[in-house]
C-alpha cells in the first residue's frame, strides 16, 4: 500500500467514528433539549430552561464538528497539496469560542442574580425539575466519556472539543440541580453561587481547547520524547551512520518529519537510496499519526 493509499484509508476511517459518534451526539442532544425546556416550563424553573439552552448549543456545536471533520477529511489538491487538516483546528477554535462564550454567559447571569438580592420573587421549581436535572447528568457525562474515548482513539482536536461541552453541560446540570434543591430548601441563592463555580470550570476547558488547536496551527513540534524516538527508529535502520537533522511539526492531527541521516560515503546512489527508504518505511510502520517524511541522507565516513 502506497503512503497515499494508506493515507486515505485512515482519513476514511476517521471520519467514519467521527460521523458516527456525532450522530449519536446530536440525537442525544435534541431529546434532552425537548425534555428539560418542557421540565422547565411546567416546574417553574429558570435554571432548567437555561440548562436547556445550554444543550441547544450541544447540537450547533456538533454541527461544527461535522464540518470540521469533512473539511479535513477532503484529499490534498492543487492549491492544497499538504491537505486539509488544519480545518480541524478552525472548528476546535470555533467550539472553544462557544465554549467560553457559553461559560461567561452562565457567570454573568449567575452574578446578575447574585447582586440583585431579590431572592424573595423567585419561583421554587417543581419536582419535574429535579428529575430533569439528574437525568441530564447521567446522560450528558455518559456522552462525555463516550465522545472523549473516540476522540483520542482517532486523535480528533474538535471531537474532544465536543467531549468537553458535553462534560460543560453536565456540570451546568449539577449546578442546576444543587440550585433547584437548595431553591426547595429555603436557599435560593444556591442557584446562582453553583453556577459561577461552573463557569470557571467551563472557561478552563475552553482555554485548553483553544490553546491546542493554536499550538496545531503553527507547526509546534512534537514532544522530546516523540522526536527520541523517531530518532531511535531510524538509527536503529541498517546502512546509517547518525542523524544529523530532525525537524518535526504538527499539522492537525498529523505529523511531518524532515531527517538528515549519515551513510557511507563510498555508498552507490542507489544503495544510499535503499538506506533511505528503510528508514521512511520504519517511521511510517512505528508512527501511525506520521502523515508524510522526507528523508535527506548526507555522506559519511567511507568503511
Not at 462564550?101 to 447574585?114: E, F, Q, R
Amino acid at each position: 500500500m502506497t503512503e497515499e493509499q494508506r493515507n486515505a484509508e485512515t482519513a476514511r476511517d476517521y471520519e467514519k467514528v467521527a460521523m458516527r459518534v456525532s450522530m449519536v451526539s446530536i440525537v442525544a442532544n435534541l431529546v434532552l433539549t425537548v425534555f428539560k425546556l418542557l421540565a422547565g416550563v411546567i416546574a417553574h424553573s429558570g435554571a432548567m430552561i437555561s440548562d436547556a439552552i445550554h444543550s441547544a448549543s450541544d447540537v450547533f456545536s456538533t454541527i461544527v464538528v461535522i464540518v470540521g471533520v469533512r473539511m479535513s477529511g477532503r484529499e490534498s489538491d492543487k492549491d492544497h497539496p499538504y491537505g486539509h487538516e488544519r480545518m480541524e483546528c478552525v472548528a476546535s477554535i470555533v467550539l472553544a469560542t462557544v465554549l467560553a462564550v457559553t461559560g461567561l454567559g452562565i457567570g454573568y447571569s449567575a452574578l446578575t442574580k447574585i447582586t440583585g438580592g431579590e431572592y424573595e420573587n423567585l419561583a421554587v421549581p417543581g419536582i419535574l425539575a429535579l428529575v430533569a436535572a439528574v437525568l441530564s447528568i447521567v446522560v450528558k457525562e455518559g456522552m462525555y466519556q463516550y465522545t472523549k474515548i473516540h476522540a483520542k482513539r482517532i486523535d480528533s482536536g474538535a471531537l474532544l472539543a465536543d467531549a468537553w461541552h458535553h462534560r460543560s453541560d453536565a456540570l451546568s446540570s449539577v449546578g442546576a440541580l444543587i440550585g433547584i434543591t437548595g431553591s426547595r430548601m429555603g436557599f435560593p441563592i444556591a442557584d446562582p453561587a453553583a453556577s459561577v463555580v461552573i463557569c470557571f470550570f467551563i472557561e478552563k476547558a475552553a482555554y485548553e481547547i483553544f490553546m491546542d488547536a493554536v499550538n496545531k496551527m503553527v507547526d509546534k513540534a512534537c514532544s522530546e520524547e516523540v522526536e527520541k524516538a523517531f530518532r531511535e527508529c531510524a538509527a536503529g535502520q541498517d546502512g546509517v551512520q547518525g542523524i544529523d537533522l530532525l525537524h518535526t511539526r504538527v499539522f492537525g492531527n498529523k505529523i511531518y518529519v524532515d531527517i538528515e541521516i549519515r551513510v557511507d560515503g563510498s555508498k552507490t546512489l542507489r544503495e544510499a537510496h535503499g538506506i533511505a527508504e528503510r528508514v521512511h518505511d520504519a517511521i511510517e510502520k512505528n508512527f501511525p499519526k506520521v502523515k508524510h517524511i522526507m528523508v535527506h541522507v548526507n555522506p559519511g565516513e567511507a568503511l
